[in-house]
Each structure stands twice: as structure tokens, then as C-alpha cells.
């Protein structure tokens, strides 16, 4: 719509038109035309359209002439996924595209028009015949809607518009006609000091006949954007030229399509192994947006194995587009392919990540090095973490830590690891250094074997995003103690520990305020640090409790206090566990209860601490209600029970959803019952890899006249369902999800299990070899 606009300005202003053209029948023209955008904002984007025109001179009468305008060809280029619409070869992949279609149809279809001496177009024939010729080819090939532009009959309504023609027209018969470069849309900076707007033109004609040799307008914006301490780019580079004519001396100075040649490497994008590399893109956008239909992992490895016939060891493009399709159904097949290619040829930051990740098993210092840098440079948007930035915190935080806590690791390799480790940091890459300002002094308190080495590192203050400090600092803390670090130091150093612990649960528990484009990174790397650092600090307190045994009381409570609730855990319920292999799970409850005795705690407030114990260790529930009968003989335990539960979990959202079958199931028809829901979907590796579980628990449930079980497809399809149920003959039943009850029960990865308890309410169930044993010790209950 913004082209067209600018069209019909074009022929709206008052043009005033230079000398008069002098042509003569039977005269032609051919010309190229190029235009190139680039932006540089958080990332860099380029695109290159060429087009070339065919001009005859059919007639001249009383000055009059009457033009025959034919396209010849068009290519298209974008770097945002290095694909090139070429009108000339229109491939199987590119068949469906409108433009493509249209383009096609105006190479076959010339169109005439008439001019007057000065270049103004007087009229244009049979636009409207070929309106229609385009509709009825795009119906007889069944071009799909734009999913994500306007419609084919707008798109048609455009491309046949006079002033498209009249446009090219005047670009090769009046010279000012490309002068008018609209940089409007650009304007947003306009007020920075820093902001510039920069047009260059330049237009040279033919004297002798009065047309168009060549017209150049190049415009560049630079500047800050609003609010944000980024800088951007935006360059519009527009070229008209003469290719060749039959008018002696009219010489074309520039060759537009060697120009388009050199920038895309056009000469090699129809090779053998070209298109084997973009068919193995569409192969992965295929996979993708299967979502998990039955056989495509074995269709997908078949395709490839054919298209890699085609590849040498070498061709890094080809093998770097394979590792991304089997990042989507082999791991390992991925990370092998991803070992053989030099990381500048990875086509995004978590293959760079898993390139990191590999040369850190290998110990190859300067290879981990280089794939670090790439990755904080290369995939860097604007100064900001890489998008798969986590991948390299796991990488750290699981691997190089778990090495690290080994006791079996050796010294040796100890010091290896710290060698990359501080070859990293000497990239004095910020954000990237970041990541390592936990895990550096880890590895130098691991290494040392004195008080006095360790103690240096209790002034350290680190507190990053992706650096998980609350870990380290109380593993540190930890060899402090092991090496009997004075307890002054250490005290000095757990209290500091602990002010950054509550000062950062209060800052990441804050409502997102800022740029709304870093909302999504708030909210799944900065928000769920608030539930790690509560865990955290409920470790920080016990090891307190220790350091100081005459307040242990005090600080267990706090502890307890602090430990993650059943109804926090929902929403992020990987996040705690990860922790457990460092940092022991404990029962901070039980050890406060028992360090606090009978008379130091009320009766009230020791049954609502049990009542935390038992949400998360069922099989207590007995203990409970012996100490519930004990304090109040007389009273009515199920009703304490009942409501104690629905203060601490987690109200159930009411649903009513179709089972794959049509019948409606609604949530009040379980009313009574004990509900295990597992949200899942066929295209989910990890809730496939498990279902038979659900399906056991299902066929053999426990106590079927207490509890009754279902899942839940989300992001699904039926048919796919349907498809994956009949092959692997399971009988639980799938509700289809609404698009609305994963949100409503905190869903945030899959698979998920929760149960729904009779009093309406329901809990987190974590992964199990045996969910009939789980279920069992819930529905136990007397609810």
C-alpha cells in the first residue's frame, strides 16, 4: 500500500517535464532497474529487487507516441531468509506466491500505451483484460490467501493499477521522475541531535534523444531510536539504466544485474547443492509446522538422507541446514553434524551454543572461545543477550558446574576448565563475561586448598542475570566452611549473601516496567529467578541456623517461610530442581517444627506448617491428622483439612471441553472426585516419551471410585490425535483444549500434571516412573 501511494503522488505533482523526446518508430529501449533496502536496528536486513523492462516505439503521429512496455524479468532477493523470486524460473516451492503468478503473467502480456513529446502518459490499454488474466490463472492454480499480507485480488488490483505503469514510464522518458524520494517513513528520530537524513541524486539523459540514460537516488537515515540506547541504519539505494537500444550513442553506463549478481552470489544459487540446502530448509519448515504428525521423523530422515547424496564433507551450508532440521527429531545426530562445521557457517545462536558446548567436551579452549564470541557478537542484538542465550547458561550451570562440584574430577582438569573459563573473560565481552562471574570463583575456591586462598573471594559481588550467583555464593560458602574459614568471614559473608538474596526477590517480583520488547525476556529469564533465589535463601538461613545454633529456631522458620509454595512451583516447575543436584532438598518445615518443640510454636501455627508438608510428601497426611486430633480432640479434622487446602493452593478454573470423540466434559461433571489431567501434545517429545505412564494409570487405575483420569491436547490438531491414539492404541481419554484452559491452569511447558482435588482445588504432580503410587497417597485424603 505504501508503494502504490507513493505511485499516485508521483502523478499527482505538478511535474515539470525537461526536454522533449525525439524518438522515432521502431526505436527500443531496454532497461534495468534496481532497488536496495538495508536497516541495521537490533539486527541486520537487506533486500534487492531487480526488474527489467523492454520499451518499443511502435508509432509516431502529431507527437504523439504510441509504446509497446513489456517486463522481462524480475528477481527478488531478502536476506532474512537468502531466497530468490526469479519470474524466469518459478520453482516448485515458489509456485504458490501471487507475486510470483502476476509477474509471470506480464511477462507473457505486453501492454501499449500512448505519450505525448514531454513523456506524460496519455493512455494505458487493456489493464482491465489483464486483471482478469491474472485472476483466472491464480483460480486454475489455487493460490493460497497472503497468511500474512493483503489478499491476491489486492495484490492484483495493484500490480494492474495505471500508475505502476505509468511509473516505469516516466522513469525512462522524464528524468525528474525518480528525484521524488519519499524518505517520510523514516521520521520517527526526527528531534535527536544525533538523527541525519542524507539524499544523493543524480540523473543523466540522452541528448539526442531526450531519454533517460541513467537515474541514481540513494538515501540514508541514521540516528538513536526513541527511548532505547540503540542506534539504527536505513538505507534505500534506488538505480534506473539503460541495458541496451538500437540509438546510436546510447550507451548503457551500468550493468544493474551484475549488481544484483554480486551482492546475492546469484551465478551459484541455482547450483546442485544450492538447492539441495534450500530444499532441506523447506524440508524443516515442513517438520515444524507438521507439529508431530505420526511418520514425519522417519519421512524427514528419508528426504535427507537423499538430499546429503548430493553434499561433500565440506559443503558447511547444506550441513549446517541439516543440523537444524535434526535439531527437531535427533539430538544426536545434530550435535555430531554440528562438531564437523566451522561455527561461522551455523545459521543461529543455539546451533552456536551447541557448537560451544561440544568444545568445551573436547577441551578445546580456543574452538569454545570462538564459538562464545561469535555467538555474543554475531547473534547479539543491539548490545542485548543472544535469544538462545539460556542455552549457554545451562551449559555452564548444569555442565561445567557438575564437573566442577565432582569430587572425582581431577585437578588437572579442574585447571583446564578454569583455563577456559578465564580465556572467555579475557574477551572483555560484557554480557558474555556476565554469564562466568559465578562459576569463576566457584572454580577458584574448588581449586583452594587454604583459608587464606578462599578468603580473597569473600569481597566478590556478583549478581547477574544468567550467572545464577545465589548457587555459587553458598557453594563458596560451603568451601569456606570445609576449609574452616574463620567465622567471622563467613558470617560477614552469608549476611551479605543474604541482603542481595531479598533485595533481588523484591526487585524481580516487581510488575515488568520498561520497553515492551524486553517484556519477554523479563518474564522468562528475569521474573522465575525471584522462585531460585527464594529457595536459595531458604538455604542460606539453614546454613545460618548452623553458623549460629542459639537463633536456629528463628532462622528455620525463615527457611520454611521462604521455600517455594506448591502454587509458585506451578508456573515454573523445572526452575527449583535444577538446584537440588547443588544445593540438597530438605524439609525446612520438619526441621523447624522439631527445633522449635511444642512450646515454641502455637498449635495453629504447627498444624499449617504440616499442612505444607503434606501438600508436597502426601504420605504424611496420617502424622497430620494425629497431631490435628491431639491438639483439638473434638474438633472436625476433614473441614480443618479442607479449608487449610484452599488457602494454600491454588483455586480450579472451571472448563468445558469437547473429548476427541464430541462429547462435551465439563469440569462440575468430576465433582466429587480426585482429577489427574496431563497436558500434553502429539507434537511434544518429552509428553510422548511418558503417555504409556498416563495410559497405565489409566487402565489400571488405583482407585477408580475415587479418581478419574484425562489429558488434555493443547496446540493440537484432531486428526493428529486421532492418528497418534489409533496407532498406538491407548484409551485415555483427550479433552481438546480451548486455547484458554492451559492459561487458566498456569501452564507453561509441557507435559504437565496436576491434580484436581474434591474441594476445588488442585496441585503440581512432578514427573514419576509410577504415578499409580502418587495418585494413590493423594486420594488417600478424606476430602
Known sequence: MKYLLLCLALLSVNLSYGQKLKLRKGQKFTYEYLDLSSSVHSTQYKSLNFSAYKFDVINVKNNIYNMKMQLIRRIKYTSHNGRILDSYERSTSDDNDISNLIDAVLIKSPVTFSMDSTGKVIHINGLDSLAARMTRQAAIEKIPENKYGSPNADFIKYSTHPAVFIRQAHLAFHRNGLAKLDTTFRSFEAGKTDDSITVKKEILVDEGSGVTKIAYVDSLSKGSIPGRASRHEDQDSWWFAVKSSNIAGLKAPIDLFEEFSRQTDFKNYNTPIKKATRAVEDLSTWYRESKGKIGIDDIARHKLDSLSKLAKPDDYEFNAAAAELLSWFDYEGKMKLIEKIPVEYLRNDAAVAAKAKIEYQNRNTVGFVNALKVMFTKFSRDGKYPSNTAHVADLIHFDICKEVYNTNTSRADLLKIQEMVMAVQKLNIPKLSSLFDGIEPYITATLASTPKEIEILANDRFNGVFDNYGRYRLLIYDRMTSLKVPDSIRIAYLDYSIEMFRNDITKFSKPFEGDPQDQFFHRFHVAPQRLVLR????????????????????????????????????????????????????????????????????????????????????????????????????????????????????????????????????????????????????WCGACVAEIDKIEDLHVNNPVPDKLNVTTIACYDKKNLVDEFMEKKKFSYKVLMSDNKVEKDFKVQSYPTKLLLLPNDVYLLIPFSDDYKTVVKKYTSWEL
Open 535 to 682: 529457595k536459595q535463601l531458604a538455604d542460606a538461613y539453614y546454613r545460618k541456623s548452623i553458623l549460629e545454633p542459639k537463633n536456629s529456631v528463628k532462622y528455620l522458620q525463615l527457611a520454611s517461610d521462604y521455600l517455594p509454595t506448591q502454587e509458585e512451583q506451578i508456573e515454573d516447575k523445572y526452575i527449583i530442581s535444577h538446584e537440588y543436584p547443588y544445593l540438597a532438598e530438605r524439609n525446612y518445615t520438619e526441621l523447624y517444627l522439631n527445633a522449635a518443640g511444642a512450646t515454641g510454636i502455637s498449635a495453629e501455627e504447627m498444624l499449617k506448617k504440616y499442612v505444607d508438608m503434606v501438600i508436597v510428601e502426601p504420605d504424611r497426611y496420617a502424622i497430620l491428622k494425629e497431631k490435628y486430633l491431639k491438639a483439638y480432640p473434638n474438633g472436625d479434622f476433614k473441614s480443618f483439612f479442607r479449608q487449610a487446602l484452599k488457602e494454600k493452593l491454588p483455586a480450579s478454573p472451571k472448563f468445558n471441553l469437547k473429548e476427541r470423540s464430541g462429547t462435551e466434559i465439563s469440569s462440575a461433571s468430576n465433582k466429587g472426585k480426585f482429577l489427574f489431567i496431563d497436558f500434553w501434545g502429539t
